[in-house]
């Protein structure tokens, strides 16, 4: 019953969105430098400093661990954690649940009633 509620209230019937093409002249080009930068070598140092320039109370990633966790522990977690980004970056895997996400569909509502 609750399910067959939200999936009625969150059921669409238009026409799925059709993406369009934006005009290229609203966009900044990517200088030439900037590219080379962008398309460099990962390297350790580098994602060391994204893990450390992360806030470190920002919302927890499925494995429920914030930034902070990292950060503290770098010397125990570090190498691993380097490994898998390098790994997923170079293409060798991807760990089936890493783009996970649990999502909470929460009604809104005026006034809420209590269920007894």
Not at 14 to 19: I, S
Not at 48 to 74: E, S, T, V
Request: glycine share 4%; aromatic share 14%; charged share 25%.
């Amino acid at each position: 019953m609750v399910r067959q509620f939200f999936i009625e209230i969150y059921t669409d019937d238009e026409p799925p969105f059709t993406p369009f093409m934006l005009p290229a002249i609203r966009f900044t080009w990517i200088m030439d430098a900037e590219l080379h930068k962008l398309d460099g070598e990962i390297i350790d140092c580098k994602i060391k400093k994204a893990i450390f320039d992360m806030n470190p109370y920002k919302a927890p990633g499925l494995d429920r661990f914030k930034a902070l966790f990292y950060q503290r522990f770098w010397e125990l977690t570090g190498s691993k954690l380097t490994q898998l980004v390098l790994d997923v970056l170079s293409g060798r895997t991807l760990p089936d649940d890493l783009n996970d996400t649990f999502l909470v569909l929460i009604l809104k509502v005026n006034y809420p009633q209590i269920v007894t």
